[in-house]
């Protein structure tokens, strides 16, 4: 457990000075960990789990907004698991339940319990048909059809610096549209 | 969109860099100032004899408590914008302008006065002091919640509180140049209310502003 979080805390290091490989391989590491996480949590609220995708993409692009927040020199999952809480007493409230959201779902997930996603997230591709044209162009050309940036700019005339902005502000606008829906 | 998509596109964003909060604050609160600032000369101007009033340890005292706060709250604003953070270790450096407070009152107890304790306290000014330091914070307040949005505070309401203290002890260190009344009975009095006033306003806007 130890190890695995020693782990994520380099690997995020990495990310922030610029490795993209690294940034990668953390979002997957983390993944199924949220995700049983928020599995647990909807269980223990009597809701059905397989809305568990839909938290656990809430709370990777709250990781991804917010990693300026993260102070490089302490460890990363004390970080992420109050990000990860913060969502799912979020995602739970809006479900219209009282929450019992323990940190420890977090901390206690093992290593080898990698459950696979059970049901299709809607709520992120819903809100997705909601942004401004060009954030949503961009954001189905890299996420959807998984086109590069570079290809993405030459696809819709634009710069590459461009397409860079718009696909943050979609990334942003999609949060936004998430948390105040 | 599948979580593996997401992960793929939010690595495609990794390039991007959010300035860090300190710098975000910094910069709302400078863009906000001149507003505060403009009222501040258009409806009160600093007093007249303030060449005067500055050897009297009791105006600069003032400005030592607002500039206390003021600066307290900034650095349990910053720390308050992670989402791992709680009031419960930083907390207490909002006890530094109290303290400050409380050392002045009983330095002015200790010695000889004119007027009586409740002239003191309640002063000429305590309308302008209730009306201008809540006018004057809240372009600031508006600022700081502003700069404030970068973080991830676990707690939107007490961020958004701490703001409003922030706020109230800038507007407040302005306020006290224009002030006639120096006793700390004074300060410790509609300082304070006026401070609290803006920190419920900060409280209230913060739980949705401040909300990640």
């Not at chain 1, 380099?10 to 928020?38: C, E, F, N």
Request: net charge positive.
């Amino acid at each position: 457990m130890r190890e695995r979080e020693d782990e994520w805390t380099d690997l995020m290091r990495s990310a922030i000075s610029g490795d993209d490989a690294a940034y990668h391989r953390l979002l997957k590491a983390i993944t199924p960990v949220l995700r049983a996480a928020a599995r647990r949590g909807l269980a223990r609220a009597g809701q059905p789990v397989d809305q568990s995708e839909d938290i656990v993409q809430d709370i990777l692009l709250a990781v991804h907004l917010k990693r300026q927040t993260w102070d490089t020199s302490a460890p990363f999952a004390p970080w992420l698991f109050a990000i990860a809480r913060n969502k799912l007493i979020d995602a739970l409230r809006r479900r219209g339940r009282r929450i019992f959201v323990n940190i420890d779902d977090f901390a206690e997930t093992l290593p080898g319990e990698t459950p696979e996603p059970t049901a299709s997230p809607g709520e992120v591709t819903a809100q997705l048909q909601g942004l401004p044209a060009r954030q949503r162009d961009v954001l189905q050309s890299i996420a959807v059809d998984s086109t590069s940036i570079k290809d993405t700019a030459a696809k819709f005339a634009m710069t590459e610096g461009a397409v860079r902005v718009a696909l943050h502000r979609g990334l942003a606008s999609l949060t936004a549209k998430l948390r105040d829906r | 969109m599948d979580t593996d998509q997401l992960i793929r596109t939010l690595t495609a964003d990794n390039a991007y860099r959010a300035r860090p909060i300190g710098l975000a604050l910094m910069l709302a609160l400078l863009a906000a100032a001149p507003v505060s600032l403009l009222i501040f000369f258009a409806e009160l101007g600093v007093r007249p004899d303030v060449m005067t009033a500055m050897h009297n340890p009791f105006f600069d005292l003032k400005f030592a408590v607002t500039l206390a706060l003021a600066a307290s709250a900034i650095a349990v604003s910053l720390h308050l914008s992670r989402p791992e953070a709680s009031l419960r270790s930083f907390g207490w450096w909002l006890l530094i302008p109290a303290g400050i407070l409380v050392a002045a009152i009983s330095g002015e107890m200790m010695m000889p006065q004119r007027t009586p304790m409740m002239t003191r306290l309640i002063g000429k000014n305590s309308v302008a002091c209730m009306t201008a330091i809540p006018a004057m914070s809240l372009p600031l307040l508006v600022g700081a919640l502003y700069g404030l949005r970068q973080g991830a505070p676990a707690r939107p309401a007490v961020a958004g509180a701490v703001a409003g203290l922030l706020s109230a002890g800038l507007a407040a260190t302005v306020y006290a140049s224009h002030c006639t009344d120096d006793s700390p009975l004074f300060v410790a009095t509609w300082y304070t209310l006026a401070t609290a006033i803006v920190a419920s306003v900060g409280a209230l806007m913060g739980a949705r502003a401040l909300r990640y």
